[in-house]
């Protein structure tokens, strides 16, 4: 398992990796595989190269690139998304669903 650090350059700092390309490879595999490569919005498994980030707080909005605001995501939900607020899109899209709502609640807070 790669270690979960909040941003690449945490990686580099613990002399984890040397390279800010190989930094942010390993900040951004530790993500996905700290939610079993799950989807965080539709809950289906995928593989590695099949997920996306998504900003749970849009850069636009003033989100951050740190870990807690970053979830796996699969192309279609992140593109499905877009800049909208997370849980109205969720809602709106799948309905209630606790499980995942709850697993996202509690990575950005
Ligand atoms: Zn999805």
Known sequence: MTPLLPSPDHYLQNLITMTSPEAKRLWRRAIKEHF????????????????????????T???????SNLVP???????AKGSQNWLSW?????????QQ???ITSWIN
């Not at 079993?36 to 850069?59: A, I």
């Not at 909005?61 to 870990?67: A, I, K, Q, R």
């Not at 969720?90 to 606790?98: D, E, L, Q, S, V």
């Open 36 to 59: 079993n490569c799950q989807c965080v919005y539709c809950g289906e498994t995928y593989e590695l190269h099949e997920l996306t980030l998504d900003h749970v707080r849009p850069k």
């Open 61 to 67: 909005y003033g989100g951050s690139d740190l870990t």
């Open 73 to 79: 995501s699969c192309r279609s939900c992140n593109q």
């Open 90 to 98: 969720m809602r709106a899209t799948f309905g209630y669903k606790p």
């Open 101 to 103: 709502e709850q697993l």
